[in-house]
């Protein structure tokens, strides 16, 4: 009897492991030769240039139209997860494609996924994560024309900073990627 109930116990434990003590495990790095790691690069340079253009019109008192940041996040949130796989299995889930997570995933619940992209950020690919994060964080601090003036600048005030945190981090993923001097 004792043998028996030592082989359930050792069979509980080890199926609690599994099931509780696993983490999922990075998907493997994805492979780019130099040529697409410099046009990468690129495209976060003309990203920054874009965001550099939000900003001038936010601090101008401009509000940035929905489409215009969506359409701007829905590609670079491409951009972003092309390079890195777990980011690209979140966002493209069920094959799903960004505009598709926009629309379903982060709008149902925009805490619960800038939370998700978040903590994948603690486990690695830092600086690509964080832009995502922030990238979405852009979109819950959109103005809205229809509220009262107060309320839009103290909004626009939120957009640029998160504008700024974006830029922040897009430029060290392009530093990252920057040809090395021998």
């Known amino acids: 009897m004792p043998t028996l109930r030592l082989r359930l116990l050792h069979l509980l434990m080890v199926l609690m492991v599994c099931l509780g003590g696993c983490a999922p495990a990075e998907p493997p790095a994805i492979v780019v030769s130099e040529e697409e790691r410099e046009e990468f690069r690129q495209e ?3 990203d920054m240039d874009k965001i550099d253009t939000f900003l ?11 489409m215009s940041l969506g359409w701007f996040v829905m590609i670079l949130l491409n951009e972003l997860s092309a390079q890195d796989g777990r980011l690209f299995d979140h966002i493209h889930h069920d094959d799903a494609n960004a505009e598709l997570y926009l629309r379903n995933d982060f709008q149902t619940n925009p805490a619960r996924e800038i939370a998700a992209i978040d903590a994948m950020a603690r486990d690695g690919r830092t600086s690509i994560r964080l832009a995502a994060r ?3 964080i852009c979109l819950t601090s959109l103005p809205d024309n229809n509220t009262p003036v107060e309320v839009q600048v103290e909004t626009r005030t939120e957009l640029v900073a998160a504008l700024l945190r974006l830029r922040r981090y897009l430029a060290k993923v392009a530093q990252d990627l920057a040809p090395q001097s021998p």
């Open 44 to 46: 976060i340079l003309a």
């Open 56 to 66: 001038q019109k936010s601090r101008r008192g401009v509000n940035i139209s929905e």
């Open 134 to 136: 922030e990238a979405l």
